[in-house]
């Protein structure tokens, strides 16, 4: 009866945010999504079921929604966490004297953070590098570019703090900007011609249907021989007509035509 009960709640945390956002739940994440609902209802003074009593009542504030779709999705992120794409997206805009790229679902930055690193060592003074995502509080923490330090944000990119940290440097991330932005919204990207989009370990989390919807999406954003790039076979087998396939075994890649 309790199990019965407890599949009940799930189901209905994942269809809100489902009609909400747009934002899919898989059967895996399910469970920790609604036990990390049930801890944040407590932390903020209410049991589980008022917290879904007054999300269907349109009686949370925009705060405690945005703890939510934080909660709805998973954030696992490093810097440099998948060279071959990195080292594509270089190559991609060595001879570009001012390359745009964007990142689409960057969690806390690291990856714009990187793709940066590696524009800046191979010549580029100039470029711009925007990174978006859902959650509110990764974007908070991207912007604010303090992280532990890692071997290879070395000092051409960011300074010790003296407790432990590292912050990227002010003028790296002028040029590394970020935005609050759900894919599947209505809501246009602040960032406009891109020469290159990518987004890494983020349509995992969607069916293949709403993979393809958001790729299309990224598709139209692209200006002729822009470029679109995501992970290994995490495109799900997408056909576009206006983008060719470029073949490559460890990225998936399109160019516009
Ligand atoms: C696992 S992280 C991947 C981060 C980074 N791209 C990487 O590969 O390390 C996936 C990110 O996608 C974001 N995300 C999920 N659905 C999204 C949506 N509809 N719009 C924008 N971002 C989304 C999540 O908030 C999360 O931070």
Same mark, same amino acid.
């Given at each position: 009866?309790?199990?019965?009960?407890?599949?009940?709640?799930?189901?209905? $945390? @994942?269809?809100?945010?489902?009609?909400?956002?747009?934002?899919?739940?898989?059967?895996?994440?399910?469970?920790?999504?609604?036990?990390?609902?049930?801890?944040?209802?407590?932390?903020?003074?209410?049991?589980?079921?008022?917290?879904?009593?007054?999300?269907?009542?349109?009686?949370?504030?925009?705060?405690? $929604?945005?703890?939510?779709?934080?909660?709805?999705?998973?954030?696992?992120?490093?810097?440099?966490?998948?060279? =071959?794409?990195?080292?594509?997206?270089?190559?991609?805009?060595?001879?570009?004297?001012?390359?745009?790229?964007?990142?689409?679902?960057?969690?806390?930055?690291?990856?714009?953070?990187?793709?940066?690193?590696?524009?800046?060592?191979?010549?580029? @003074?100039?470029?711009?590098?925007?990174?978006?995502?859902?959650?509110?509080?990764?974007?908070?923490?991207?912007?604010?570019?303090?992280?532990? =330090?890692?071997?290879?944000?070395?000092?051409?990119?960011?300074?010790?703090?003296?407790?432990?940290?590292?912050?990227?440097?002010? $003028?790296?991330?002028?040029?590394?900007?970020?935005?609050?932005?759900?894919?599947?919204?209505?809501? =246009?990207?602040?960032?406009?011609?891109?020469?290159?989009?990518?987004?890494?370990?983020?349509?995992?989390?969607?069916?293949?249907?709403?993979?393809?919807?958001?790729?299309?999406?990224?598709?139209?954003?692209?200006?002729?021989?822009?470029?679109?790039?995501?992970?290994?076979?995490?495109?799900?087998?997408?056909?576009?007509?206006?983008?060719?396939?470029?073949?490559?075994?460890? @990225?998936?890649?399109?160019?516009?035509?």
């Amino acid at each position: 009866m309790a199990e019965n009960c407890q599949e009940g709640i799930d189901d209905r $945390w @994942a269809a809100l945010v489902a009609e909400r956002f747009s934002i899919e739940v898989d059967e895996q994440r399910n469970g920790a999504f609604v036990a990390n609902l049930v801890s944040y209802s407590r932390r903020i003074g209410m049991d589980s079921e008022e917290l879904f009593d007054r999300a269907t009542t349109r009686k949370l504030d925009a705060s405690h $929604w945005s703890a939510i779709v934080h909660l709805a999705t998973n954030h696992e992120t490093k810097f440099f966490r998948y060279m =071959p794409i990195l080292s594509l997206i270089e190559t991609l805009c060595l001879r570009k004297r001012n390359p745009q790229v964007l990142s689409v679902g960057c969690s806390t930055g690291e990856e714009p953070y990187s793709i940066a690193a590696r524009l800046l060592r191979s010549g580029h @003074a100039l470029f711009r590098v925007h990174g978006t995502d859902v959650s509110r509080s990764c974007i908070e923490k991207a912007q604010a570019g303090v992280y532990k =330090p890692h071997p290879d944000m070395r000092t051409d990119i960011a300074a010790n703090t003296g407790n432990g940290t590292i912050r990227i440097h002010q $003028w790296v991330r002028d040029a590394v900007t970020f935005e609050v932005h759900n894919i599947m919204g209505d809501m =246009p990207i602040s960032f406009t011609s891109p020469d290159v989009i990518v987004t890494q370990n983020m349509l995992i989390y969607y069916k293949v249907e709403t993979r393809h919807e958001i790729l299309t999406r990224l598709g139209m954003m692209l200006p002729t021989n822009g470029y679109l790039i995501t992970g290994p076979a995490e495109d799900a087998a997408w056909m576009p007509e206006s983008l060719e396939r470029i073949p490559n075994p460890t @990225a998936t890649i399109f160019r516009k035509v």
